[in-house]
């Protein structure tokens, strides 16, 4: 069976850290390019940052660069999203997608194989 499955979320105070986790099962992550988007209350889901079949990071969202760093792990089939200097405007839901070509932005984002469910993050004091 396909499967992504996002983790890591969680509650976090401004200037805090998270890692999240996108776990693949049924294919193997190393041939996709794997996109995290994000959807915050009341707004239209963007896409933040991919990283490319060839390992190159692709950032959608200005407001995480310098912040935000994305890394694949072949032997657990994961991609993480690593979130540091986290400011309240980073709270949403955080999904990633897979896709056997390409990273997408959020106009093209139904370009992508597989998606995961989601993963809650929340940044305040």
């Given at each position: 069976q396909v499967q992504l499955?996002?983790?890591?979320?969680?509650?976090?105070q401004p200037g805090g850290s998270l890692r999240l986790s996108c776990e693949a099962s049924g294919?193997?992550?190393?041939?996709?390019?794997?996109?995290?988007?994000?959807?915050?209350?009341?707004k239209e889901r963007e896409?933040?940052?991919?990283?490319s079949r060839s390992d190159a990071?692709?950032?959608?969202?200005?407001s995480v660069k310098g912040r935000f760093t994305i890394s694949r792990d072949i032997a657990k089939n994961t991609v993480y999203l690593?979130?540091?200097?986290?400011?309240?405007?980073?709270t949403a839901v955080?999904?990633?997608a897979a896709d056997s070509t390409n990273c997408w932005s959020h106009r093209r984002q139904y370009e992508?194989?597989?998606?995961?469910?989601?993963?809650?993050v929340t940044v305040s004091s």
């Open positions: 499955v996002e983790s890591g979320g969680g509650f976090v294919f193997t992550l190393e041939r996709y390019a794997i996109g995290w988007f994000r959807q915050a209350p009341g896409a933040v940052l991919c990283i990071a692709i950032y959608y969202a200005d690593q979130m540091d200097s986290l400011i309240p405007e980073d955080y999904s990633c992508y194989d597989y998606w995961g469910r989601g993963t809650q």
